[in-house]
């Protein structure tokens, strides 16, 4: 008790407002400091502080108080509750087309044979349930007190077409026999499935179909295939536009003749793409060759199979590009564009030639109202130069609101272009020269063949580095 007692006159305990840390000092330096750790132990506990005591802080106290003379020192950290688990919505069926597919071959070709093997249900059956979320490990203040864990989000189900919810939102219904299909902002749908056993040529005629289509054939020049679910084609697609808002697969690849559109919401697949303008919100899988395609990807291109080769056009997509071969011997021109959407960079593109042209415009209506100006200084302003003044004035004014609005747009992209972190190209076996690499907003050329490398922005430029 005398120990205790003492300790009173000598040192003071002060906890943070959240009792979150708790800090000792000492007011009056004795002679001699002959006190145990227990000594201390105590006096804290006295002091309401009975978790996340140092024992570090406490043996240098024992050992010399001075440092701790009129000095707040933390001698004790309480725990803090660990993160929730957020909650998720968990599919009982697969949804993405391109993972519904039997593996690659070695040769990298596909066996179709299983082409319609689909995520097909009844109605009235279970298709997806919410997982609820998990509260994180719980904390403790300094003086001992629980601290719960952080609540983990609730998960909400994105609800498409032909779905049903039961009334506590715990679980997801087919409301038609159909196939299951995610579509943009994982939406849950339940298509029904048009089935076209041969070719779409003058026969079929345009599909434009409000579900899955499977199209057990080509799709040929000139003709469009519309649908809101997935398209899987186990023919080939020529000089057709062809566009879903799920994914498509094609086996036999595209051969475009700079005529094929083909459209997908989430991922598209095939063997191989040549001559033609592809665009997913996904990711672009193809296993043998992309030649000479614009080809635009929200999220990744991977073209890694054997041949693995891209040769001329401009690949962009948001994240990532993976390609076995990048370019050829002869130098073909090839752009590869990562780190940002693709409708961004296009779209700043597109806002960079209308400034140009509002600016034009600006420099042409200056001189005229200078001419202008002019007269009116001479006295000699008719009615009708009067009125194109005025009328020029305003178009000026209208041309200048318009520039502000175009050049803060094209800051706004220019921003997220330096969010260049998890941009890459990566590069199997040889990257040519002729390939132009941009990342984010910065350019690199290469110059010479290359083997086995990857690109990425570090530090004001872009490194091509040895793979790993």
């Known amino acids: 008790m005398s120990t205790e007692k003492s300790l009173d006159h000598l040192l003071t305990v002060s906890l943070a407002e959240d009792k979150m840390s708790a800090s000792i000092q000492v007011v009056s330096l004795p002679g001699s400091f002959l006190y145990t750790v227990n000594d201390i132990i105590a006096f804290l506990h006295k002091n309401d502080v009975r978790s996340g005591i140092q024992p570090d802080i406490v043996n240098r106290l024992i050992q010399d108080p001075k ?45 179709y044979k299983e082409v319609t093997r689909l995520s097909n ?15 994180g490990t ?7 007190e629980p601290i719960p864990g952080q609540a983990g989000k609730e998960s909400r189900f994105k609800i498409g077409k032909n779905v049903v919810a039961d009334g506590e939102q715990k679980a997801l219904y087919a409301a038609i026999d159909g196939m299951v299909v995610k579509t943009d902002h994982d939406k849950i749908n339940v298509f029904p499935v048009f089935e076209v056993n041969g070719d779409v040529d003058y026969r079929i005629g345009n599909i434009d179909f409000l579900g899955t289509v499977v199209i057990r054939g080509n799709v040929l020049s000139g003709f469009k295939v519309k649908a809101a679910g997935d398209i899987r084609i186990t023919g080939g697609v020529e000089g057709a536009e062809v566009e879903a808002l799920g994914s498509i697969e094609i086996s036999a690849g595209v051969l475009g003749h700079n005529k094929a559109v083909i459209r997908a919401g989430v991922n598209l ?18 296993s ?23 040769v001329g056009g401009t690949i962009q997509a948001g994240e990532k590009v993976v390609a076995r071969t990048i370019g050829n011997s002869m130098s ?3 752009a590869i564009e990562v780190g940002v959407l693709p409708e961004l960079r ?16 600006l420099d042409k209506t200056d001189k005229a109202l200078t001419l202008l100006d002019q007269l009116a200084a001479a006295g000699s302003l008719t009615p009708e130069k009067l009125a194109m003044r005025i009328k020029l004035s305003h178009t000026k004014k209208q041309a200048a609101d318009e520039q502000i609005a175009y050049r803060e747009r094209i800051l706004e992209i220019e921003k997220t272009l330096e969010d260049t972190e998890r941009a890459k190209v990566e590069v199997i076996s040889m990257v040519y020269g002729g390939t132009k690499i941009v990342i984010g907003r910065y350019t690199r050329f290469v110059k010479d063949a290359t083997p086995r490398v990857h690109f990425m922005y570090s530090e004001g430029d872009i490194s091509m580095l040895p793979n790993g």
């Open 269 to 286: 697949k095939s063997s191989f793409i040549q001559d033609a303008v592809i665009e997913a919100g996904g990711n672009v899988h193809v």
């Open 138 to 144: 719980p904390g403790k203040t300094v003086t001992g």
């Open 67 to 111: 440092p701790f003379f009129q000095t707040k020192t933390v001698i004790a950290t309480g725990e803090l509750p660990g993160a929730g688990i957020d909650g998720y919505v968990r599919s009982l069926y697969e949804m993405d087309a391109a993972a519904t597919k039997p593996a690659e071959l070695e040769d990298g070709t596909v066996d």
């Open 346 to 361: 296009n779209e700043l593109s597109t806002l960079r030639q209308q400034l140009r042209n509002v600016q034009d415009g």
């Open 288 to 310: 043998q060759s992309i030649l000479h395609s614009q080809v635009r990807a929200g999220q990744h291109v991977y073209c890694t199979g054997p041949k693995g080769l891209i």
């Open 121 to 135: 249900v009844r109605k009235g059956q279970l298709i997806a349930e919410r997982v609820p979320p998990k509260e």
């Open 332 to 334: 073909t021109p090839t």
